[in-house]
């Protein structure tokens, strides 16, 4: 996502680095650099104006602090005017109190209409507990209706649908089938078409006034870059959309349609889509999509990434045994998982700060995972347990069993003792105390998880779950 607009704005900033003091002569000469980055990455040319008119006036007129760089300073200006060019207001979802909320998915065919309902869906119901009824509005295209169909039953959500039923009803009718089965979001996949057409708005148009739907997203290709923004623009003129959702994000889309197209249609993009799997969708979020843009990474999708994959008592179990120095083979099988989730290594350093730029000079093996994991299956549970005792006939029969050398299990063994190290360095330099020192009332830190008592009670109650799980087991053996 917007690897070559980051790598030119890098390059840029970082001829700055070498000045001591910015001067008017070195705003300018940037801002005709950025200006040129921008537009490679088909940023609006009304918009780019404005936005280098805001840069320039800011940077010109800001006073010079001495504790920070230069280059420092010029990227706060453009973080803060991005931040303000896609939007600073909040961009959830509108939900009714009511009735279900009905959302409408209006958008060009080919724009990725059909798979967004399902990964909305998903987000939803994942996210904000939501029951989610898919609606089967596009009679136009040629196996639209199974494409959802295939969707909702691999997410396990139902679809509505009826045979040679006019959009229209079949929207109004979704709502009392979402009323009597208990579905509090209604999703319409409306139909697409080829370019703008009077047929399609009235269509789409009979449809807001049936159901008078709480939100109408604009589904976009960011790939077709300011085409993208011109029918964003003409939509909107003739159905007043609600908000925009971006796909295909990460592929080699320049980005310039995300950066223009609320300043043109004053609409908020609600969501990305940033991969073709059903859970690869993310709330927009412009001050992260900022820190993206200028190599910054994005902690906090990172985050709610992790939330949504990996279980909050596994996470917190992981972190005492790492503090604890108890930290296993067994555990590292785990946390292989946990990366394997996210979407693998690559995907999950996309979000670090200042990895963006080393990835493309590092070369990925996402199957070393599947070795490693290979590796660690061939040790006996003692082995995977207790490390120590793996001496030189051990590392010979778990090679042989995972078609791999001693050479290889002798790194895998001195990372395993590495980790360990680097773990137990930072407790001896206080670092775990350093953080709770940071803790607040709530005893936690924002971003860091939570605090040292809310720790211990979670712990209690996983060994309360345990010890009943125990007795349980214990109960049936008995009956029989």
Do not use: W
Not at 61 to 86: N, Y
Not at 187 to 212: C, K, N, S, Y
């Amino acid at each position: 996502m917007f690897e070559t607009l980051t790598e030119s704005l890098s390059n840029i900033f970082r001829n700055l680095r070498g000045k001591g003091t910015i001067s008017e002569k070195n705003i300018h000469e940037v801002m005709r650099e950025v200006r040129t980055a921008l537009l490679e990455a088909d940023v609006s040319h009304k918009v780019l104006k404005t936005f280098l008119k805001d840069v320039t006036e800011k940077a010109i007129g800001q006073e010079v602090i001495k504790s920070i760089r230069p280059d420092q300073q010029i990227i706060q200006i453009v973080h803060e005017e991005l931040v303000h060019l896609m939007g600073e207001t909040d961009t959830k979802i509108n939900l009714n109190q009511k009735r279900p909320t009905v959302i409408m998915m209006a958008g060009l065919q080919g724009s990725g209409k059909t798979t967004t309902c399902g990964k909305l869906a998903r987000f939803l119901n994942k996210r904000q507990g939501m029951s989610p009824l898919l609606v089967a509005a596009d009679v136009q295209r040629p196996a639209a209706i199974d494409q959802l169909q295939i969707i909702g039953k691999e997410l396990g959500y139902p679809v509505y649908s009826e045979d040679g039923g006019r959009p229209q009803k079949i929207c109004r009718r979704s709502i009392a089938y979402a009323e009597e089965h208990g579905n509090n979001v209604i999703i319409f996949d409306t139909a697409g078409r080829l370019h703008i057409d009077e047929p399609l708005m009235q269509e789409l148009r009979d449809i807001v006034r049936l159901t008078a739907p709480d939100e109408i997203f604009l589904v976009c290709d960011a790939m077709l870059g300011q085409d993208a923004v011109n029918s964003a623009s003409e939509f909107n003129k003739q159905l007043e959309i609600s908000g925009i959702v971006f796909t295909k994000l990460d592929g080699d889309a320049r980005g310039g349609a995300v950066m223009s197209i609320r300043a043109i249609t004053g609409k908020p993009v609600k969501f990305v889509g940033v991969g073709e799997k059903l859970d690869k969708i993310e709330e927009f979020r412009p001050a992260g999509m900022a820190d993206r843009i200028l190599g910054m990474g994005d902690v906090v999708q990172l985050v709610d990434q992790a939330r949504d994959v990996i279980d909050e008592e596994d996470a917190l179990e992981m972190q005492e045994k790492l503090i604890s120095e108890s930290f296993t083979f067994e555990d590292f099988l785990k946390q292989l998982g946990m990366v394997e989730k996210m979407g693998g290594l690559k995907s999950i350093l996309k979000y670090i700060p200042g990895a963006g730029s080393m990835m493309k000079d590092m070369d990925f093996d996402e199957g070393e995972i599947k070795r490693i994991r290979g590796m660690i299956h061939a040790m006996t549970p003692d082995e995977r347990r207790n490390p120590e005792i793996i001496d030189g006939s051990r590392r010979k029969r778990i090679a042989n069993g995972s078609a791999t050398s001693v050479q290889d299990i002798n790194d895998l063994l001195k990372q395993y003792r590495e980790m360990k190290g680097m773990v137990r360095k930072m407790k001896e330099g206080g670092m775990f105390g350093k953080l709770k020192g940071m803790m607040g009332a709530e005893g936690g830190v924002p971003g860091l998880g939570p605090s040292e008592s809310e720790r211990e009670r979670k712990r209690k109650q996983r060994e309360k779950r345990k010890k009943e799980k125990k007795r349980k087991k214990k109960q049936k053996r008995r009956k029989k």
